[in-house]
């Protein structure tokens, strides 16, 4: 009766726990989405068959199966399972942890922490890791939603190795949703377009997906897109004005408007401004394109962007966000060329590399007799009085060769710069015989 009473209270429980919950996968082949590392190819499937595992940390978006995973390859080895969460833990916790494995080491068995938002423990937090790790007192399983180039020390990423989940794709929130009617014993109330809506607003967030599965699974109508957007709340988008999300955005419509792609850059663009970028941050990176990538093919790119920049913090939002849009357009259609920035770059390695040679007198002025006994101001042409309005003389440094740094390209206003600079290279090497 005993027994009873215990298998009716634990299934009790089971219902009580949300869905997600009760559908964590318990084996390898149950990870949705990850194939690339638990298929029957996959590098941690073949450590956790070998039943040796390294340490590692795992990098993915939430909802990838992180944590999942770190409980998985515990049950695959004989190591005693220790999970901390980084939020919650401090330097007290992790030397107790540390404490008790060297115990556990000495007594023959070993220790597997999984350490959850591993990317915020600070630096001094990170190296405490460093010993336990290099003498195998433990095996470390990291997981964190950053980048650990970024937000790891070197010394810890080096003793681990760095395995990147991937966010669910419409094939692998679909396996889920199958899994979810399974559990309940029946179909999701949903219109097939309703239930494509369902996988986009989970934005490749297995736990979320299941979540909202969870909510239409009790409903006595089927829902179509709209009644289901009633239902359930859209999934925050994945981006954070500090983190790598920032980065990669930034870094998609910087490319974007590089490769006259309209289309992806007011993609990107949107983007942005849904996950809350400062628009002032973009109307600056906009201004840096319009420099870095446009320069001189189209001169009018410049004050395009910082005139969009006054606008929108003239106008304020949402008003204002229609003039970074519009600058973005001029850019993303306007010839490009970097030639300006590589002219920069190169002038500035050469500088360098020359030190502090004196201009050529004869372009220095001389306000003292002694400085015009020196020469200063000797043989100066004043180009003006000159036919071409050229004198083509050389005002590179007498002991330095002359370089050439700008090289513009065929492309918009540049192809008019281009024709002028040879016209006057022509007149430098006849009036130099």
Not at 180 to 192: N, W
Not at 342 to 359: F, H, N, R, W
Request: glycine share 8%; hydrophobic share 40%; with cysteine.
């Amino acid at each position: 009766m005993a027994d009873l009473f215990a298998v009716e209270e634990q299934q009790n429980d089971d219902r009580t726990r949300p869905l997600a919950d009760r559908l964590r996968p318990r084996v390898l082949d149950d990870i949705a989405g990850q194939d690339h590392l638990v298929g029957a190819a996959g590098t941690i499937r073949t450590m956790a068959e070998n039943g040796h595992l390294s340490s590692m940390i795992l990098w993915g978006p939430p909802g990838c199966g992180k944590t999942t995973l770190a409980r998985i390859l515990a049950d695959h080895t004989d190591l005693q399972f220790e999970p901390l969460s980084a939020i919650f833990s401090g330097v007290g916790d992790l030397r107790k942890v540390f404490d008790t494995a060297r115990i556990r080491k000495k007594n023959g068995h070993g220790t597997l922490l999984f350490v959850d938002e591993i990317h915020r423990f600070n630096k001094s937090q990170q190296d405490a890791f460093l010993p336990v790790v290099e003498d195998g007192t433990i095996t470390l399983i990291g997981a964190t939603t950053e980048n650990p180039s970024f937000e790891l020390n070197a010394a810890l990423l080096s003793r681990c190795q760095v395995f990147v989940l991937q966010r669910l794709d419409d094939t692998a929130l679909e396996v889920l949703l199958k899994r979810a009617e399974e559990e309940a014993g029946s179909d999701l109330p949903l219109t097939a377009e309703a239930r494509s809506s369902l996988k986009a607003m989970a934005d490749g967030d297995g736990r979320y997906a299941l979540t909202m599965a969870e909510q239409v699974l009790v409903q006595a109508e089927t829902l179509d897109t709209a009644a289901l957007t009633k239902l359930v709340n859209r999934r925050a988008p994945l981006y954070d004005k500090s983190d790598d999300g920032h980065y990669n955005l930034i870094s998609a419509l910087h490319k974007s408007v590089r490769g006259s792609d309209a289309d992806a850059a007011l993609y990107w663009l949107t983007r942005m401004l849904d996950g809350g970028e400062d628009p002032c941050y973009i109307a600056r990176r906009l201004t840096r394109m319009a420099v870095e990538d446009i320069g001189l093919a189209d001169p009018r790119a410049l004050p395009v962007c910082m005139t969009a920049w006054e606008t929108y913090e003239r106008l304020g939002s949402p008003e204002g966000e229609l003039a970074l849009a519009q600058a973005l357009l001029y850019l993303a259609t306007a010839p490009k060329s970097n030639a300006a920035y590589a002219a920069y770059k190169s002038a500035v390695k050469t500088a360098k590399e020359t030190g502090s040679l004196m201009p050529p007198k004869h372009i220095l002025n001389a306000p003292t007799d002694m400085m015009k006994e020196q020469g200063y101001g000797a043989g100066y042409a004043y180009d003006h009085d000159t036919a071409e309005g050229f004198s083509g003389q050389d005002y590179f440094p007498d002991e330095m060769e002359r370089k050439t740094f700008y090289k513009p390209v065929e492309r918009g206003f540049e192809r008019d710069i281009g024709k002028r600079l040879a016209y006057w290279e022509k007149l430098r090497k006849e009036k130099r015989g």
